[in-house]
C-alpha cells in the first residue's frame, strides 16, 4: 500500500483540473490578450477561475489578482504594501512563526530601513492578542499573521486580530497567509476583516506556479513586476491560463461537499492520534483537536533522527515531510518549532504528517503500522 501524508507540501492534481488545464494547453491555447478568437477562448478561462474563486470568498472580481503561485501573493502583498504605503509609517507587525515566503520579504524590508515587530507566540503556536495590539502604532502599515501554520496546525484568530488591529489603527492593513487555510475553511475576508490574502493552486489539488492574491478594493498596493500591464497593471505578464484554470477548478471542487471533506480530514487525524497513543515515543506539537487544522499533524519521535525516520517510512512508501517543504533542504532548524519552545530534541526528530479528503483509513492504518514496527527498531539503532 501506498500513503501519501505530504499534502501540506503539495496535493495531486484532480482529475477535473488537469482536464481543464489539458484542453487550455491543446485546443484554446491563445494568448488572453490578444483580440481573436483564440484569444478570447483564454480569456474565458480566466473569467470562469475567477467566478468560482471570487465565489468562495464572496469578494469582487477586481480585487482578485493571479500570480505565480503563494510567494509571490505574499510578497506582492508585503512588498506591495509596504512601498505603496510608506510615507504614512516605516513600521511592520508579524510572527515569528511565518512561511518564509513572508519573513523573508520582512527582512528584506528591515535592510531597506523599515522596522519589523516579530510576535511570539504560546507553546501551541497562537499569537498574543494584547501583545499584537501593543505592537500597532500610528506608524504601523501592515500586520501580516497566517491563518494556518504549515508545520504545526496552529489556526490563529484572525478575526479577533483583525479587530484587535483596526481599533488601534484603522489605517493599518492586514495581511493574512491562507496558503494552508485555503480549502479547509471558509474564508470570507471582509467578514473578518482582513485587507490582503494570499492562497496557492497546489494546495487545493490544482496546479503548481499559480497563486492568488486579495487585494481589497481601495487598499494601496504598488506592483513588484513591470511589462506589459496585464491584470490592470498589478501583475505583469502574459497570463498562465492552463494554470489559473486549473486552479480555479480546483477551488470549485474544494468548496463542494465542503463539511462531508473537513470533518473526513478531522476523522483521519484522530484516527493516526489514537493509534499512536499508546507508543509512549510519539509527541504531537500544538493542538490536536478540532480547535487545530483538520489536516496536519507535527510528530515528534524519540530517539529516532527526522531524515531517518523520513526514509525508512519512504521504503514501504510511506511519504511524510521532514517539517515545511520548502525549507527542508536546509539545515537551519524549524522556526516555528523554536518559536514554540519545543526543545533540543524535537527539532532533529519531528515530521509533518498532512492528510487530504483522497486519503482514507486504512492508509493512516497502514502509516500507524509502519511506524510502530520501523521506530523501535530506529531507537535500538540509534543507541548502539
Same mark, same amino acid.
Given at each position: 500500500?501506498?500513503?501519501y501524508?505530504d ?5 495531486r492534481?484532480?482529475d ?7 484542453r487550455?494547453?491543446?485546443?484554446d491555447?491563445?494568448n488572453?490578450?490578444?483580440l ?14 475567477k467566478k468560482?474563486? @471570487? ?8 480585487e482578485?489578482?493571479f500570480t505565480?503561485?503563494g510567494t509571490e501573493?505574499n510578497n ?11 510615507r ?5 507587525v508579524?510572527?515569528k512563526?511565518e512561511h518564509p515566503? !513572508?519573513?523573508?520579504p520582512?527582512?528584506?524590508?528591515e ?14 503556536g497562537l499569537v498574543s ?5 501593543e ?6 502599515i501592515?500586520?501580516?499573521i497566517?491563518y494556518v ?8 484568530p ?8 483596526k481599533?488601534?489603527n484603522?489605517g493599518?492593513?492586514?495581511h493574512?497567509?491562507?496558503?494552508q ?5 471558509i ?5 473578518l476583516?482582513?485587507d490582503?490574502?494570499?492562497?496557492s493552486?497546489?494546495k487545493?489539488?490544482g ?6 492574491l486579495y ?5 494601496k498596493v ?5 511589462g506589459?500591464?496585464?491584470q ?9 491560463v ?5 486552479m ?5 471542487e474544494?468548496?463542494?461537499?465542503f463539511?462531508?471533506?473537513q470533518?473526513?480530514?478531522?476523522q483521519l ?6 493509534g499512536?497513543a499508546?507508543?509512549g515515543w510519539a509527541h504531537f ?11 496536519i499533524?507535527?510528530?515528534?519521535v524519540?530517539?529516532?533522527r527526522s531524515?531517518?525516520l523520513l526514509?525508512?517510512?519512504e521504503?514501504r512508501? !510511506?511519504?511524510?515531510?521532514?517539517g515545511?517543504? @520548502?525549507a527542508?533542504?536546509?539545515p537551519?532548524?524549524s522556526?516555528t518549532?523554536?518559536a514554540i519552545?519545543a526543545?533540543?530534541e524535537a527539532?532533529?526528530s519531528?515530521v509533518r504528517?498532512?492528510? @487530504?479528503a483522497?486519503n482514507i ?6 502509516c !500507524?503500522?509502519?511506524l510502530?514496527?520501523?521506530v523501535p527498531q ?5 543507541r548502539?
Amino acid at each position: 500500500m501506498e500513503a501519501y501524508f505530504d499534502n501540506a507540501a503539495t496535493t495531486r492534481c484532480s482529475d477535473g483540473a488537469r482536464d481543464v488545464m489539458a484542453r487550455a494547453l491543446s485546443e484554446d491555447y491563445g494568448n488572453p490578450s490578444s483580440l481573436h478568437g483564440k484569444g478570447l477562448a483564454g480569456e474565458r478561462y480566466i473569467r470562469e477561475a475567477k467566478k468560482n474563486i @471570487c465565489r468562495t470568498l464572496k469578494i469582487n472580481e477586481p480585487e482578485l489578482v493571479f500570480t505565480s503561485g503563494g510567494t509571490e501573493s505574499n510578497n506582492l502583498a508585503i512588498l506591495g504594501a509596504a512601498m505603496a504605503n510608506q510615507r504614512a509609517g516605516m513600521h511592520l507587525v508579524t510572527t515569528k512563526i511565518e512561511h518564509p515566503a !513572508v519573513a523573508a520579504p520582512m527582512r528584506h524590508l528591515e535592510e531597506q530601513g523599515f522596522s519589523v515587530t516579530w510576535l511570539d507566540v504560546d507553546k501551541d503556536g497562537l499569537v498574543s492578542l494584547e501583545q499584537l495590539q501593543e505592537s500597532i502604532t500610528p506608524e504601523t502599515i501592515l500586520v501580516s499573521i497566517m491563518y494556518v501554520n504549515n508545520e504545526i496546525g496552529a489556526v490563529e484568530p484572525i478575526q479577533e486580530a483583525a479587530a484587535a488591529i483596526k481599533r488601534k489603527n484603522p489605517g493599518t492593513l492586514f495581511h493574512v497567509d491562507a496558503i494552508q487555510a485555503y480549502g479547509k475553511y471558509i474564508i470570507h475576508p471582509k467578514k473578518l476583516g482582513i485587507d490582503l490574502l494570499s492562497a496557492s493552486g497546489h494546495k487545493i489539488h490544482g496546479p503548481k506556479g499559480v497563486g492568488f492574491l486579495y487585494i481589497k478594493e481601495k487598499t494601496k498596493v504598488w506592483p513588484i513586476l513591470f511589462g506589459g500591464g496585464q491584470q490592470k497593471n498589478m501583475r505583469s505578464g502574459t497570463e498562465n491560463v492552463p494554470g489559473i484554470a486549473g486552479m480555479g477548478q480546483a477551488a470549485k471542487e474544494a468548496y463542494e461537499m465542503f463539511q462531508e471533506k473537513q470533518g473526513h480530514l478531522y476523522q483521519l487525524k484522530e484516527a493516526f492520534l489514537a493509534g499512536l497513543a499508546d507508543t509512549g515515543w510519539a509527541h504531537f506539537n500544538g493542538k490536536t483537536g478540532r480547535d487545530s487544522a483538520p489536516h496536519i499533524l507535527s510528530l515528534t519521535v524519540d530517539g529516532v533522527r527526522s531524515e531517518v525516520l523520513l526514509h525508512a517510512l519512504e521504503e514501504r512508501q !510511506v511519504y511524510v515531510s521532514a517539517g515545511s517543504a @520548502c525549507a527542508s533542504n536546509k539545515p537551519a532548524p524549524s522556526s516555528t518549532l523554536q518559536a514554540i519552545r519545543a526543545g533540543k530534541e524535537a527539532l532533529g526528530s519531528t515530521v509533518r504528517v498532512s492528510f @487530504c479528503a483522497g486519503n482514507i483509513l486504512e492508509e493512516v492504518e497502514y502509516c !500507524v503500522g509502519v511506524l510502530k514496527e520501523v521506530v523501535p527498531q530506529l531507537q535500538r539503532f540509534a543507541r548502539r
